[in-house]
């Protein structure tokens, strides 16, 4: 499947203007890609970004952000799956432990910053940090058994700002509340879209790393088994679609 990564190394040349931001280290980050099953065709909850964003602006992306903090002295329930927990300490120093964890609950509250939705069962967490409010508040604690590590992709080199994103998807039906839409002209998101997964990857308004890794998971759902973990990288003036075993 390298025709994904030459892909993304075309339209990385036509519509990408890199700059001059070269010493810029990737910050860790984690993303949501919520899926609902219930329809004949699997669709996708995305949200469109604000136009003053200075990054993906009026794009179309999935929940997600940097980790914070307080991702890492938030209470929790249930496990990620060993696969995943193996394959999120690919490339990561062994005396950061705890990342997988970390990563998994950075998608869960950027997720419910972002969407309003919390993923969990109830059960008031037994340490919450002030970023993670609204599930004490809703007396939920937030699931890692419902989350699956999907794909990784680092921003190439020159962007004023780059991530080295890890993406997990999770089903609908594991949220536990919903808080109502908090999208709008002053939010993170003006507004929310749950889209079927061949109409997300036919919009002008994804970005095509989005589109990439919804190749990918289209593939996955199809699958049977645990297939590897996608890794896009850019190395030598070019996208590399690498393997997580």
Known sequence: ?????????????????????????????????????????????????????????????????????????????????????????????????GKPRMLALTALRETFEETGLLIGKRGAPAACPPEWQPYANSGITPDLSALTFVARAITPPGRSRRFDTRFFIADRGHVALDLGDPSGPDAEFVELKWLSISAAKESPDMPTISKTVLIEIDRRLEARGNPPVPYYVFRRGRFHRLEID
């Open 1 to 97: 499947m390298n025709e994904l990564a030459d892909t993304l190394t075309r339209v990385e040349r036509i519509e990408d203007s890199p700059g001059q931001h070269r010493k810029i280290r990737p910050r860790d980050a984690a993303t949501l890609i919520l899926v609902d099953r219930s329809k004949s065709e699997p669709h996708v909850l995305v949200g469109r970004r604000h136009a003053r964003h200075a990054f993906m602006a009026n794009k179309f992306v999935f929940p997600g952000g940097r980790i914070d903090r307080s991702d890492g002295r938030m209470a929790c329930i249930g496990k990620l799956d060993k696969d995943s927990e193996r394959r999120l300490r690919f490339g990561v120093p062994k005396k950061y432990t």
